[in-house]
C-alpha cells in the first residue's frame, strides 16, 4: 500500500535551534501533503497543507515564517521549525493525500525543545 | 468541523463485548469521512471511510454509520480485543473541492478483561 515515510521519529534541540522533519511517499507520487502537530491527550491539528510545487497553505493561527513548508518533487514534503522553543515541543505528524480519495499518514515526529 | 483541543474522553469496555464511538460533525458540506485508530507514538491508522451519499458501511469487525440529518457518525467495534484499545479519530473533508481533513476531539477506547 501507499507508505510515507517520516523522520526523524524523535530529536531534541536546543532552543533557539531549527529543525527540519521530512516527510517522502515511498510508492507514489503525493501532490498534496499535509502537516499536522498533536499536543498530549489531544487530537490532532492541521498546521499546513503543502502542494508540490507551489506555496503551502497555513491555517488560521500558524506562523508561515516559523513553520517554513516545502514541498519540492512529489515524493518529499519537509517542515522547518525554526528558532524552535519549548512550547514547540509536540507530536508532528505528515500525511499524503491518495488519488482514490484516501489519505495515509506518517509514523510521527516527536519533537522536544530544550 | 474544526477541532478545539479538547482532553479525551474515555469508553471502557469488557473485552468481547461490542464498542460503540460516536462523534459529531459540524460542517454539513462535508462529503467524505474516515476513522482512524492511534496507538500511543505513532501516527493514525486507517480503519474506515463512507461518503457522504451512504449512510452506512461495514469492513472486518468495524461498521460505520453516518447519520446527516443530525451531523453524527459513528463506530462499531464488534467482539472488542485487548489489541483494540487505542485512541479513536474521526475525521471530516469539508467538501469534495476541498483536499484537507480535519480531525474530531477523539475518544481513548479501554478493554476490561
Known amino acids: 500500500g501507499a507508505v510515507v515515510s517520516q523522520h526523524p521519529s524523535r530529536v531534541i534541540c536546543k532552543s533557539g535551534t531549527s529543525v527540519k522533519i521530512e516527510c517522502r511517499s515511498l510508492?507514489?507520487?503525493?501532490?498534496?501533503m499535509f502537516w499536522y502537530r498533536q499536543f498530549p491527550k489531544q487530537s490532532l491539528m492541521l498546521m499546513a497543507t503543502?502542494?508540490?510545487?507551489?506555496?503551502?497553505?497555513?491555517e488560521q493561527g500558524v506562523e508561515k515564517d516559523k513553520f517554513l513548508i516545502n514541498h519540492a518533487s512529489l515524493t518529499l514534503s519537509t517542515l522547518t521549525v525554526t528558532s524552535a522553543h519549548p512550547e514547540d515541543s509536540s507530536f508532528y505528524i505528515c500525511?499524503?493525500?491518495?488519488?482514490?480519495?484516501?489519505?495515509?499518514f506518517g509514523s510521527g515526529t516527536r519533537l522536544t525543545v530544550v | 468541523g474544526e477541532s478545539v483541543g479538547l482532553h479525551l474522553p474515555t469508553l471502557s469496555v469488557q473485552e468481547g463485548d461490542n464498542s460503540i464511538i460516536n462523534c459529531a460533525y459540524s460542517?454539513?458540506?462535508?462529503?467524505?469521512f474516515i476513522w482512524y485508530k492511534q496507538e500511543s507514538g505513532k501516527g493514525p491508522q486507517f480503519i474506515i471511510d463512507?461518503?457522504?451519499?451512504?449512510d452506512k458501511r461495514q469492513g472486518q469487525r468495524v461498521t460505520v454509520l453516518l447519520n446527516k440529518t443530525v451531523k453524527h457518525l459513528s463506530l462499531q467495534i464488534a467482539a472488542t480485543q485487548p489489541g483494540d484499545s487505542a485512541v479513536y479519530f474521526c475525521?471530516?473533508?469539508?467538501?469534495?473541492?476541498?483536499?484537507?481533513?480535519?480531525f474530531g476531539s477523539g475518544t481513548r477506547l479501554s478493554i476490561r478483561p
Open positions: 460542517n454539513s458540506a462535508s462529503d467524505y
Open positions: 500525511s499524503a493525500s491518495l488519488p482514490n480519495d484516501g489519505y495515509t
Open positions: 475525521a471530516e473533508r469539508a467538501s469534495s473541492s476541498a483536499s484537507k481533513i480535519i
Open positions: 510508492d507514489f507520487q503525493a501532490t498534496t
Open positions: 503543502s502542494n508540490e510545487g507551489s506555496k503551502a497553505t497555513y
Open positions: 463512507i461518503r457522504s451519499n451512504m
